[in-house]
């Protein structure tokens, strides 16, 4: 079965880390460009940090800069987001996607809703909760 599947999520209090993990099953995801998007109550959905397959170039959203890291381990098909000085409004259920068609981390990362909705991804997890609260 083809799927990517999320860890790492959970409760954490303001100012604390926690790590998100994106694994592969079914295919590699040496070729795919990485991307985790977050989509907050009422909130549109949003890219947060993005890396290219190519060169392992990565983007952050402006919200996340300094905070979030992006990284990959292809030997182990698994893609993480080291989230540090979490704050309240970083809560939000967190998704990664896969695709290979994009040319670059920004540009996935930067595609509004309507362009996911209507170019799409190749594959989607299902998401993880991941709430800052004290």
């Known amino acids: 079965q083809l799927q990517l599947v999320e860890s790492g999520g959970g409760l954490v209090q303001p100012g604390g880390s926690l790590r998100l993990s994106c694994a592969a099953s079914g295919f590699t995801l040496d070729y795919y460009n990485i991307g985790w998007f977050r989509q907050a109550p009422g909130k549109e959905r949003e890219g947060v940090s993005c890396?290219?397959?190519?060169?392992?170039?990565?983007y952050n959203a402006d919200s996340v800069k300094g905070r979030f890291t992006i990284s990959r381990d292809n030997a182990k098909n698994t893609v993480y987001l080291q989230m540090n000085s979490l704050k309240p409004e970083d809560t939000a259920v967190y998704y990664c996607a896969a695709d290979d068609r994009i040319t670059t981390a920004q540009a996935m990362c930067v595609m509004t809703t309507a362009m996911i909705d209507y170019y799409g991804m190749d594959y989607w997890g299902k998401g993880i909760l991941v709430t800052v609260s004290s």
């Open positions: 890396i290219s397959s190519s060169d392992g170039s990565t």
